[in-house]
């Protein structure tokens, strides 16, 4: 049977306070940034099929989502900008 780990608690009452946040945060964030996936996921599968009416109505959907992202700290702005600009491209090579 595998060791189950136990979290080590922090002592001092700020450190607990940082530890609470910081678990707050990690959980919003990966949220966000899953969210942000599933948008550019869900453009690329449009593109796949060749529906560009779709792939377009998909990526005014994502590309809100990962500048969202950026503005919340999550992604950085060099990678939300090229997740976009290699979307569109993909939607415009459809033609």
Same mark, same amino acid.
């Given at each position: 049977?595998?060791?189950?780990?136990?979290?080590?608690?922090?002592?001092?009452?700020?450190?607990?306070?940082?530890?609470?946040?910081?678990?707050?945060?990690?959980?919003?964030?990966?949220?966000?940034?899953?969210? =942000?996936?599933? /948008?550019?996921? #869900?453009? @690329?599968?449009?593109?796949?099929?060749?529906? &560009?009416?779709? $792939?377009?109505?998909?990526?005014?959907? =994502?590309?809100? /989502?990962?500048? #969202?992202? @950026?503005?919340?700290?999550?992604?950085?702005? &060099?990678?939300? $900008?090229?997740?976009?600009?290699?979307? =569109?491209?993909?939607?415009?090579?459809?033609?």
């Amino acid at each position: 049977m595998a060791k189950v780990e136990e979290k080590k608690s922090a002592r001092h009452k700020s450190a607990r306070k940082r530890s609470i946040q910081n678990e707050a945060r990690r959980k919003r964030n990966s949220s966000i940034n899953s969210g =942000a996936k599933t /948008a550019v996921k #869900k453009v @690329v599968k449009a593109v796949m099929q060749s529906d &560009k009416e779709g $792939a377009i109505m998909l990526f005014a959907i =994502a590309a809100p /989502a990962l500048q #969202k992202a @950026v503005a919340g700290g999550v992604l950085h702005k &060099k990678n939300a $900008a090229r997740r976009i600009s290699r979307m =569109a491209k993909k939607i415009n090579k459809l033609a």
